[in-house]
């Protein structure tokens, strides 16, 4: 299963963007999905997941939303108020199991399905 993300692009400091992410029915309904980021020279971190709860990275928290429409089969990372620290190639994950276990959401390796990464870039 091939995740397609989009809705990157380039703004200022302040501005907002959303992300959009298809995913199959099952896995929106059933599994957890999450967002994750890359910035250069940096490992894959966290962004936020949703699933049995919802999880924000503290960094983002106050600032993203995630949420899902089960009716267009997306998930869709809302980002207001971006500052330059979020410049970064951003990935949609899912995985088909529903976590039960808190640390998972975190947990890159968790997620089977993965899409192939929108670039956000932020200016100063």
């Known amino acids: 299963v091939q995740l397609q993300a989009s809705g990157g692009g380039l703004v200022q400091t302040g501005d907002s963007l959303r992300l959009s992410c298809a995913a199959p029915?099952?896995?929106?309904?059933?599994?957890?999905t999450g967002w994750f980021r890359q910035a250069p020279g940096k490992e894959r971190e966290f962004v936020a997941a949703?699933?049995?709860?919802?999880y924000y990275a503290e960094s983002v928290k106050g600032r993203f939303t995630i949420s899902t429409d089960s009716a267009k089969n997306t998930v869709y990372l809302q980002m207001n108020s971006l500052k330059p620290e979020d410049t970064a190639v951003y990935y949609c994950?899912?995985?088909?199991?529903?976590?039960?276990?808190?640390?998972?959401?975190?947990?890159?390796?968790?997620?089977?399905?993965w899409g192939q990464g929108t670039q956000v870039t932020v200016s100063s």
């Open positions: 994950a899912a995985d088909d199991r529903s976590f039960s276990i808190r640390s998972y959401f975190f947990q890159a390796k968790q997620y089977h399905y």
């Open positions: 029915s099952n896995t929106l309904s059933r599994g957890t």
């Open positions: 949703s699933g049995r709860g919802t």
